[in-house]
């Protein structure tokens, strides 16, 4: 079956082409089935090739389809591979994607755009899939770029909303500027190892001189920090946060943003040669998550806190990656995947019930109307907030033990973070679902549940959110850490906590304790007190303001990126092109004209001057041609 | 003789449209060109088949005291630009359906005069031949863009025909210089193209500078590179759609044609001496033309700086003279041609429905035609070089064989994939996209002929970014052999 891999990107460009073509023609119910059973036949030869895969006598098998671009001694194949770490990415992006393919068909019913979405979201499948299935680093980028551009597509799915067409337009842009990172790291690769194919490049990494490993590390990291929205390419993420809720679930989430994670795995074997990249990795890892987390703590728009949630998550992954824990970062990605894409669709729910709106603040009480909703995004809430027991508890638990073991002082600010988090999120639950309903009378009386379609994924992911760490019991319980063993044939440097079992023991407890104490501060200040944040418009301690308005990140880009750009190109056209360069050309131009006219004076009719000229002509080119 | 007919074919069309009457120029002119199509496509087949295959050659005598010989054959490169020129020609043709112009039967018979000069440069082997189709092409499009062409033409267009002659004029001096120092097997001196590439060797560096500055500077007006471009803009600007598809579709790649063929193996120490200011001029003008197609408000003239940038990455590319340098530059030069014709007929169909090509002007078309939003997107997604379309190959090889060169320039040149991105996405946005900005636009559907064209060059565009092996299969011995006769 592994020789069949071709098909499962395949089935998803079928359902892309065929809603593409004819999805205008095609009954929104019909259209929503293709979409959905494409993703369905790709997961279900996902599960049967992860489970061939696992018997591979060389944890890896290569499938070669077609010879992709050549020149002199380039030769880039259009090839799979088929390994631990490939096959782990296909369960999440083609489990995750049937869920909330199920789900957009009853989010998305009364949009106009239906089928228009569904070829959006198969397409965006397709090249994730790519995305983690390329055998070189070329195809990762067609993957990576393919799903740039899915998500500039969904992103601006409104079209006709500036706004939006803003955000989607930001996102493209910004991740372009990631991607030339990245597109000069595999440059530098091809020349340093004359190959991009990963099993001839990291074979002969320890080949290489650390410095250029090290600039390799940290150009494919730049890539990187656009996809994976890191400081200081992370701004995209919260205003990408304008698409269709399911596709905030899906791509800016659980699949594409973690993108930059599966790539760093990937190359995990020039991060455990270069420490300098894997320093740079940690720290803005680090950085991020604290940063994104305390913003979070201020939004009242339900989708940007869950956005800077992302972004923070997000960074913690790359703190895991920086201290050398890859396994325990692609865990964090896999439980993240399913609380975080459960808590999107929640909110989702939340703003279908609500009637589009999606500001906490003017919520309240919705447990009530939204049973199934509250229950399985309180389930979410706790799985993030790392609540002992359930999967970001152990996901998050291995990362901070690793970074513990690194750097006290990371394991601190990682920590922070992670109480940062327990604490927004919970704030977001208390002000959405319990206390008074602030929203009008006419939303109050439409409050309901939503549709079985969108409630029975919210249910498996609710389920998944709890009991997901099992794929990775902590070894020092005694357990097999399965995710931990089944990528271990691919991480170069082997990474066995040596903490004594009463060091973690501690950690694990400290983390618990502050997960719950800061719960239970939450819960004083949104559900005792019921305090509701504050307006735009009231007066706000000056810190608080400054968070509340992102830092003014946002304008300080503006204001050092976009309108230099805009100055200096005008400046370009209208002083350098036109009068500058032009203004020589033309100079030149009529300073002909003029001896033009003074030549003309040497035409005066007489025939004796002319044939004067034309002897001293001819002699001065015999002369010429003599001299040389 | 297939050689032959490749340039006899279209001389003797154009004059038999010439003296046609009516409407029947436009379709007898159309009818030619899809001839002239299939016949390279036989030329293909044989080249396929026995790429040494004498039908591919010709070689007569034209003035023996002057060693001038009427040489032209199909090498894997000019095969390639015989291919574009030959399945362009025809879209040009269709997409000017809609529009209407008097003296028709001039109009296409100068369209077909210029595709036979522009097959005949792309086959030439000879220097002095090369000469005279190179400045043939030169004429029907000066008429072209003079007689059909929009505002202030006259004076536009005299600015392109001075400065483009003049540069050619170097280039003269330049292939004469070499002429003369050139020895035949026979011991006469002599235009071929093997003369003159032994002519070139055989002097020292200083004199290999000095010719590599004359020819280059004339295919450096062509294409054109920093700072030898502001007769550019205006004249695609000025000209009609179909005069700006055939200068920035095929005769801008005359002159990266030229520095392949003509230059490189010519002037080798010219190349590694002044070769590295040569990439410096181009990449600046892939920043620079770049930064200034973010300002524009005409999407013509935005989409000329756009083919400026474009059209500076693939010289520098070529001049690095590495096989992925090279390889690329073949691969974007078919790229570029067929995204030109495309986008510059989007810039024709904006102005024909609208009335105006000012992007602050436009907006929410893409209510209005869906069809056209996506076959634009497509377009446009081929000029940002994203992955799958046939932008993506060529800019990839491109920037590879700059990062050879130097990681820095590389770096430089990889600005185009950003800022490329900001002004296409932006003026894609203005036009297409959010609310009419004015209500007294209105976009009906697209007329057939304007459909037809957008789908063959949008289907161009993914196929060769799927598959770009098709392209460089036919290039890739010629690639081998230049790099070798480069050592």
């Known amino acids: ?628 | 003789m297939l050689a032959g007919s490749l340039i006899i074919f279209p001389l003797i069309a154009a004059i038999l449209v010439f003296m046609a009457k009516g409407k029947g120029a436009r379709n007898l002119a159309l009818g030619f060109s899809i001839l002239q199509f299939a016949l390279s496509l036989v030329a293909l087949f044989q080249f396929k088949h026995n790429p040494a295959s004498h039908h591919l050659l010709l070689n007569c005598t034209w003035v023996k005291s002057l060693g001038i010989n009427f040489a032209v054959g199909l090498d894997g490169f000019a095969m390639l630009m015989v291919l574009l020129t030959t399945f362009l020609v025809p879209l040009i043709i269709v997409t000017s359906f809609k529009n209407t112009y008097d003296r028709e039967n001039i109009f296409y018979g100068l369209i077909l005069l210029m595709q036979m000069a522009l097959v005949g440069v792309f086959m030439a082997n000879d220097g002095f031949l090369f000469y005279v189709f190179w400045e043939l092409a030169l004429i029907p499009i000066y008429f072209i863009c003079l007689m059909w062409g929009g505002e202030n033409r006259g004076k536009i267009t005299f600015k392109f025909f001075v400065y483009t002659l003049l540069g050619s004029l170097f280039m003269l001096v330049g292939l004469v210089y070499l002429y003369n120092n050139s020895i035949s097997l026979a011991g006469t001196k002599s235009w071929a193209i093997q003369d003159l590439i032994n002519s070139g060797r055989s002097l020292g560096e200083s004199q290999q500078s000095i010719i590599f500055w004359l020819i280059f500077i004339a295919f450096a007006i062509k294409m054109p590179i920093f700072p030898f471009h502001t007769w550019q803009p205006d004249t695609y600007v000025t000209a009609p759609t179909q005069g700006t598809m055939l200068l920035s579709g095929i005769m801008a790649k005359m002159g990266t044609f030229g520095v392949m063929k003509w230059l490189l193996p010519i002037v080798p120490l010219g190349i590694e001496k002044w070769g590295g200011i040569a990439i410096g001029l181009s990449i600046a003008g892939v920043v620079y033309g770049s930064c200034i197609a973010i300002v524009q408000k005409d999407y013509k003239r935005l989409i000329a700086y756009s083919s400026f940038a474009h059209v500076g990455l693939i010289g520098a590319g070529i001049l690095t003279a590495t096989a992925q340098g090279l390889q690329g530059a073949m691969l974007q030069m078919v790229a570029h041609g067929i995204n030109a014709v495309g986008l510059f007929l989007i810039a024709d169909i904006l102005l024909r429905h609208t009335g105006t090509r000012d992007i602050d002007k436009l907006g929410g078309i893409r209510s209005m035609n869906g069809n056209f939003a996506v076959l634009f997107l497509i377009v446009m997604l081929g000029a940002v070089a994203l992955p799958l379309t046939s932008g993506f190959p060529g800019e990839f090889l491109l920037i590879n064989g700059i990062f050879q060169f130097s990681a820095t320039a590389a770096a430089f040149a990889g600005l185009s994939v950003i800022l490329g991105a900001v002004y296409m996405l932006r003026s894609y946005q203005s036009i297409m996209l959010g609310d009419r900005k004015d209500s007294n636009i209105t976009f009906g559907s697209l007329d057939g002929s304007d459909k037809v064209v957008l789908i063959i060059i949008c289907a161009a565009i993914i196929a060769f970014g799927i598959y770009p092996k098709a392209l460089t299969d036919i290039t890739e011995p010629a690639v081998k052999a230049l790099m070798q006769n480069l050592k």
């Not at chain 1, 049937?98 to 070829?119: K, Q």
């Open chain 1, 1 to 628: 079956m592994i020789k069949l891999v071709g098909l499962i990107p395949l089935f998803p460009l079928i359902g892309f082409l065929i809603n593409g073509f004819f999805g205008k023609k095609l009954s929104k119910s019909l259209s929503g089935f293709i979409a959905c059973s494409a993703i369905l036949a790709s997961f279900i030869l996902s599960v049967v090739i992860f489970i061939e895969a696992r018997h591979l006598p060389e944890h890896s098998q290569i499938v070669n389809l077609f010879s992709w671009i050549s020149a002199g001694t380039l030769n880039i194949p259009f090839e799979f591979v088929v390994d631990p770490l490939s096959t782990w990415f296909l369960l999440i992006i083609t489990g995750i994607g049937f869920l909330i393919h199920v789900y957009s068909t009853s989010y998305m019913h009364n949009d106009e755009g239906f089928s228009r979405f569904f070829t959006y979201l198969n397409l965006f499948v397709f090249f994730m899939l790519l995305l983690v299935l390329g055998n070189n680093f070329l195809i990762m980028f067609v993957g990576w770029e393919g799903v740039g551009l899915c998500s500039y597509l969904l992103i601006g799915f409104w079209f006709k909303n500036t706004e939006y067409n803003n955000a989607a337009r930001k996102a493209f842009i910004m991740n372009r500027i990631g991607d030339l990172g990245f597109l000069l790291g595999i440059l530098l690769i091809f020349v340093t190892f004359g190959s991009t194919s990963f099993d001839q490049v990291f074979s002969k990494a320890g080949t290489a001189e650390q410095g250029t490993i090290t600039a390799i590390a940290l150009l494919l990291f730049i890539g990187a920090m656009g996809k994976s929205a890191q400081i200081p390419l992370y701004t995209w993420l919260p205003d990408a946060m304008a698409g269709p809720t399911p596709v905030s679930a899906l791509i800016h989430a659980a699949t594409m943003v973690t993108a930059g994670i599966y790539m760093i795995t990937r190359a995990n074997v020039f991060y455990s040669i270069s420490e300098t990249a894997s320093a740079v990795v940690a720290v803005v890892g680090v950085a991020t998550a604290l940063f994104a987390a305390t913003i979070g703590l201020f939004q009242n728009d339900i989708k940007k806190i869950l956005a800077y949630s992302t972004v923070s998550q997000l960074g913690l992954m790359f703190l895991g990656l920086g201290v050398g824990a890859y396994s325990s970062s692609v865990f964090h990605v896999t439980t993240h995947a399913f609380f975080k894409a459960l808590l999107f669709l929640g909110a989702g729910s939340v703003i279908h019930a609500m009637g589009g709106e999606q500001d906490v603040r003017k919520m309240g009480g919705l447990k009530k109307a939204l049973p199934i909703t509250f229950i399985t995004m309180l389930l979410g809430t706790i799985a993030i907030s790392g609540v002992p027991g359930f999967s970001g508890f152990f996901s998050k638990d291995e990362i901070l033990a690793h970074t513990y073991e690194h750097s006290p002082t990371l394991w601190f600010f990682g920590m922070l973070t992670s109480m940062l988090t327990a604490f927004y999120m919970f704030r977001l639950m208390f002000l959405t679902f319990w206390g008074g309903f602030r929203g009008t009378k006419e939303q109050h009386h439409h409050l309901h549940e939503s549709p079985k379609a969108m409630t029975f994924p919210l249910i498996v992911l609710a389920i998944l959110s709890v009991l997901g760490g099992v794929i990775g019991l902590p070894h020092f319980w005694g357990f097999h850490n399965f995710i931990g063993d089944h990528l271990e044939p691919l991480i170069l440097r082997k990474n066995p906590s040596t903490l004594p079992h009463d060091t973690e023991w501690m950690l694990m407890g400290i983390a618990s304790v502050a997960a719950l104490a800061v719960i239970y501060v939450a819960y004083i200040i949104y559900r005792q007190r019921n305090i509701i944040p504050l307006n735009e418009n009231d007066k706000m301690p000056a810190l608080q303001k400054t968070i509340y308005h992102k830092y003014y990140v946002d304008e300080i880009y503006d204001a050092i990126v976009r309108k230099p750009l805009d100055a200096i190109s005008t400046m370009f056209y209208k002083f350098v092109d036109k009068q500058i360069i032009d203004g020589i050309v033309e100079g030149v131009g009529s300073s002909v004209k003029g001896i033009g006219s003074v030549v003309r004076l040497a035409q005066q009719g007489d025939i004796s001057f002319y044939i004067i000229t034309m002897m001293l002509g001819v002699i001065g080119i015999l002369l010429f041609t003599f001299l040389l």
